[in-house]
């Protein structure tokens, strides 16, 4: 069974920046498209950011240019690089990967809270 932890959420001013790490461990063959989710208060779960396993990468609009999605050497590691951080960007953040074990499986992380406020 394959489990991913986040890490790295906390308070921070508007304006901050925070960076978000994501590490899958377990039994898999490979790691393909590795996606960062946020959800706020009362509101539907979407997608942030996503990158696949060659490196190409999508954003929301809401966080284009601000925000920067990256996989470690190692391809089973995701992280989140977020600057000019605004109180809307407050949420919980929520790694999900596709992996093969050989068959296709997704999985999702347990979240991690990132507020924005001063």
């Known amino acids: 069974q394959v489990q991913l932890v986040e890490s790295g959420g906390g308070l921070v001013q508007p304006g901050g920046s925070l960076k978000l790490s994501c590490a899958a461990s377990?039994?898999?063959?490979?790691?393909?498209?590795m996606r960062w989710y946020r959800q706020a208060p009362g509101k539907q779960r979407e997608l942030v950011a996503a990158i696949t396993s060659g490196g190409s990468t999508d954003y929301a609009d809401s966080v284009k240019g601000r925000f920067t999605i990256s996989r470690g050497n190692a391809k089973n590691t995701v992280y989140l690089q977020m600057n000019s951080l605004k109180p809307d960007d407050t949420a919980v953040y929520y790694c999900?990967?596709?992996?093969?074990?050989?068959?296709?499986?997704?999985?999702w992380g347990q979240g991690t809270q990132v507020t924005v406020s001063s």
């Open positions: 377990g039994r898999f063959i490979s790691m393909s498209v």
């Open positions: 999900n990967a596709e992996y093969r074990t050989p068959i296709v499986a997704s999985t």
